[in-house]
């Protein structure tokens, strides 16, 4: 839903007052695509578990996480939540096969936004094979995770699951040794297929064994790292 706050910056020309400008190359295959090709980006702000496109409304823009972190998922019939995706900063979703998101989008937290069309996109992709080749690797890329995904779910134990989360988040995002989490421990179960109290178990038995350290509730240190990998193999 493209009715936030708008940076100033770089705009959607379809968006109001809006105030058009190149997105600059940058170090990652989306602004590289976007640069190469001279396309219009916009820049918006969703507050904390603001929807930014719902399941099943029109495809018309991707999206590359500037700040913050969003959650991809899909509600259940009865209502259980389960979560695709962790978007962080400088990933790209709202890459689609078909006319519509299969999958609604929120912010997890505050969270800053690029965004173009997809028909730009893909009228680029048309006549630049260098683009077109940027494009497939995202989308292979994203259909790598989700086939990790689905053999996570199906096949792997909650304590394994646990570990294999810890293992991914600790590779985008740890600095200095720290990773600071920003989505919760129900996201996590939503995103595993596991209970709230089940990853809570599973972080206080891994705390307890020296594996990991807290440093507040959403600040984790691995002390261990080949026991997780031992696990998630």
Same mark, same amino acid.
């Given at each position: 839903?493209?009715?936030?706050?708008?940076?100033? &910056?770089?705009?959607?020309?379809?968006?109001? !007052?809006?105030?058009?400008?190149?997105?600059?190359? +940058?170090?990652?295959?989306?602004?590289?695509?976007?640069?190469?090709?001279?396309?219009?980006? &916009?820049?918006? /702000?969703?507050?904390?578990?603001?929807?930014? #496109?719902?399941?099943?409304?029109?495809?018309?823009?991707? #999206?590359?996480?500037? /700040?913050? =972190?969003?959650?991809? #998922?899909? %509600?259940? /019939?009865?209502?259980?939540?389960?979560?695709?995706?962790?978007?962080?900063?400088?990933?790209?979703?709202?890459?689609?096969?078909?006319?519509?998101?299969? %999958?609604?989008?929120?912010?997890?937290?505050?969270?800053?936004?690029?965004?173009?069309?997809?028909? &730009?996109?893909?009228? =680029?992709?048309?006549?630049?094979?260098?683009?077109?080749?940027?494009?497939?690797?995202?989308? =292979?890329?994203?259909?790598?995770?989700?086939?990790? !995904?689905?053999?996570?779910?199906?096949?792997?134990?909650?304590?394994?699951?646990? +570990?294999?989360?810890?293992?991914?988040?600790?590779?985008?995002?740890?600095?200095?040794?720290?990773?600071? %989490?920003?989505?919760?421990?129900?996201?996590?179960?939503? #995103?595993?297929?596991?209970?709230?109290?089940?990853?809570?178990?599973?972080?206080?038995?891994?705390? &307890?064994?020296?594996? %990991?350290?807290? /440093?507040?509730?959403?600040?984790?240190?691995?002390?261990?790292?080949?026991?997780?990998?031992?696990?998630?193999?």
């Amino acid at each position: 839903m493209l009715n936030q706050s708008i940076t100033h &910056s770089v705009v959607n020309t379809n968006a109001p !007052h809006a105030v058009p400008s190149p997105v600059a190359p +940058a170090a990652n295959p989306f602004a590289e695509i976007t640069g190469h090709a001279g396309l219009i980006a &916009s820049e918006f /702000s969703y507050k904390k578990d603001e929807e930014i #496109y719902g399941e099943d409304e029109p495809a018309e823009y991707v #999206y590359q996480v500037i /700040s913050g =972190a969003v959650r991809s #998922y899909k %509600l259940l /019939s009865d209502g259980r939540r389960q979560i695709g995706a962790f978007h962080l900063p400088g990933d790209v979703f709202g890459l689609e096969f078909g006319s519509v998101h299969r %999958l609604a989008a929120e912010a997890i937290i505050d969270t800053n936004v690029r965004l173009v069309k997809r028909r &730009s996109l893909e009228q =680029a992709a048309g006549t630049d094979v260098t683009i077109a080749r940027k494009l497939w690797t995202m989308t =292979a890329g994203d259909l790598r995770h989700a086939e990790d !995904h689905m053999l996570l779910l199906g096949r792997k134990t909650a304590m394994e699951r646990v +570990a294999t989360f810890l293992l991914e988040m600790d590779r985008r995002l740890a600095v200095a040794g720290m990773m600071a %989490l920003p989505m919760c421990r129900r996201d996590i179960g939503d #995103y595993l297929g596991l209970t709230l109290e089940t990853v809570s178990r599973a972080l206080s038995q891994l705390h &307890s064994q020296g594996v %990991l350290g807290f /440093s507040g509730a959403r600040q984790i240190v691995l002390r261990n790292r080949q026991r997780l990998r031992s696990m998630d193999a």
